[in-house]
């Protein structure tokens, strides 16, 4: 259910940009909100960013706010994680999900493998 694949990570300089791309499989995309979490070594799950299923709202978690940016592209059934200025810290491994409530809910995913951001010297 409400399957994704994320895509784009990478290994990145600190202060470089990655985009991932998260993809839907088998749902239309634009009847949900999609956030984008990421999970360090020994750390919990954390929320990163959410768009609403139109666009038209976004939230951020602190630690990331100013330097990436979710959007989407409905008609392609993908939305992405813009990811500039990236730090040390930001490595992680980068999931998206189907997200209720207009971004204040939990999310639905079922955390598939999803894509490895690693920012090292």
């Known amino acids: 259910q409400l399957q994704v694949v994320e895509s784009g990570g990478g290994l990145v300089q600190p202060g470089g940009s990655l985009r991932l791309s998260c993809a839907a499989s088998?749902?239309?995309?634009?009847?949900?909100?999609i956030g984008w979490f990421r999970q360090a070594p020994g750390k919990e799950r954390e929320g990163v960013a959410c768009?609403?299923?139109?666009?038209?709202?976004?939230n951020y978690a602190d630690s990331v706010k100013g330097r990436f940016t979710i959007s989407r592209e409905n008609a392609k059934n993908m939305v992405y994680l813009q990811m500039n200025s990236l730090k040390p810290e930001d490595t992680a491994i980068y999931y998206c999900?189907?997200?209720?409530?207009?971004?204040?809910?939990?999310?639905?995913?079922?955390w598939g493998q999803g894509t490895q951001v690693t920012v090292s010297s």
């Open positions: 999900s189907a997200v209720p409530l207009d971004c204040r809910g939990q999310p639905f995913g079922s």
């Open positions: 088998g749902f239309t995309l634009r009847y949900y909100a």
């Open positions: 768009i609403t299923n139109s666009g038209g709202s976004t």
